[in-house]
Each structure stands twice: as C-alpha cells, then as structure tokens.
C-alpha cells in the first residue's frame, strides 16, 4: 500500500484536546453499527476540516483502524493544510473510474489511519459524487476498518453534503461559535433528518471561555494537566504552556 506523509502538529491548548478526547469517547458509546460517520457544516470556514483531521488522528492512535475519506471535491484544504506528499491518485480518479480502490487508499505516518484524498478540485463534481462507485467504496471501507470518517461539503446552497450524508452511518454537525446562526443550524439539522442520516452530535467550535466558574476550573485544571504531564515526561512545564515541543 502506498504511503503518504501528513504534517500533523500538536496541539497545545488543553481545552480543545479535551472536547475531541470528549467527542471520541461519545463516538464509541454510539455502538458498533456506526462506522460511516460524516462531518459537516452550515457554511464553509466552521473548522469542519479541522475537527475531521484531528478526530481521524486521535481514533488511529487510539488503536482503531480509521480511515479519512475527503469528499470536498469542490474547496479540499486538507492536501494544502497539512503538507501532505506523495498523492498520486484520489477519490477523483477512483469516481472517474480511473482507478481501483487499491490505488486511493493510502497509508499515513499516523498509526492506523489511512486517507482516501482529493488530488484535483472540480467546480461541479455532483454527477461523480451521484455514481453508485462512491458507495461501493464506502461499503468497503465499512468492512476493512472500524471507522470511515469523511470530510464533507457544508450542507447550506449545495446537496453535495447531504447525498453523502444519506450514505453514512450517522453526521457530526460542526458551527463556530457565534458565527453561524440558529436558522442555519437548523436548517442543517432539517436536511439531515430529511435523507435519514442521524445527527449523532454538535460540536460548538472556537468557543470562549471568559468568566465564571467554568473558566476557574479549566484554568485550575489546565495548571494541574501541565504540571503533572511536564513531571511525568520529565520535561520543563514552561516550556509546555508556552508551547514548546520537545
């Protein structure tokens, strides 16, 4: 199989490796029957992508086989963003019928996680997205590991999302917080329930901790978290809170 490298950094703030800690165990407690699992959004520019990459990366690393399939054939960042060489074929060429599924399905410097990616974008790629190909793949990705997380397009002006939404097991819905309205969330909510795609939840991304208890708390308990992982590795705290890999 090939082999593709990803730029993947730590991430340093203990709130948000804390929410996808939390959205990974609430995945596993949805029950064995949901492997296909699509990530979307209201709009572009919700972390959609992000939260697709980083959640991918923590199942793999958590022993399960886990395998990325980025279907943003319109506006994919994920090549660009992450640095990813080596991609010679992707979903395109496979839909396209130009390729088999031993040729898009890529292993990744990431334990147990492979990527199915998108090499060229397409300004309307609906018919290729409509083939019966994209199924078939997906079916087989569902029995070859135990879970297909698939990047999606966002849901509002265009049915990419929510023809592939149809085809999954269940949808995490991602909104940035304070940017996205009601309307459009459910809205959002509406066409998933309409192609029978179940919402297994939400996540609220780049949201603000500013007063409160919750905020003491967190910063009582990051203090703890840094001190405590910066003793046990027998690294330098400082160096951790200000973001300094070892």
Not at 82 to 93: A, C, D, F, S, T
Not at 97 to 123: F, R, S
Not at 142 to 167: C, F, H, K, Q
């Amino acid at each position: 199989m090939k082999k593709l490298v990803m730029d993947l950094p730590e991430i340093n703030d203990y709130r948000m490796v804390e929410g996808l800690n939390q959205l990974k165990t609430n995945l596993a407690f949805c029950g064995k029957d949901i492997k296909v699992i699509t990530m979307t959004s209201s709009v572009p520019n919700e972390g959609k992508s992000t939260v697709s990459v980083r959640l991918w990366k923590l199942l793999s690393e958590a022993g399960f086989p886990t395998v990325l399939v980025d279907v943003d054939l319109r506006k994919s960042e994920i090549q660009k963003k992450y640095q990813v060489e080596g991609i010679k074929e992707g979903l395109n060429h496979f839909l396209s019928g130009l390729a088999e599924y031993e040729d898009v399905v890529y292993e990744t410097n990431i334990p147990n996680g492979h990527i199915v990616p998108v090499t060229t974008l397409l300004e309307n790629p609906s018919a290729l997205l409509e083939d019966p190909r994209l199924g078939e793949l997906l079916d087989r990705l569902a029995e070859d590991y135990r879970y297909v997380i698939i990047d999606t397009p966002p849901l509002d002006n265009i049915s990419d999302g929510a023809l592939i939404a149809s085809m999954s097991d269940g949808a995490v819905l991602v909104v940035r917080c304070g940017e996205t309205s009601k309307a459009l969330v459910r809205q959002s909510l509406q066409q998933l329930d309409r192609v029978g795609c179940p919402v297994l939840g939400t996540v609220l991304n780049r949201a603000e901790i500013r007063s409160g208890a919750y905020k003491k708390y967190y910063n009582r308990y990051g203090k703890k978290y840094d001190d405590y992982y910066g003793a046990y590795y027998g690294g330098n705290t400082t160096e951790k809170k200000a973001g300094i890999k070892e």
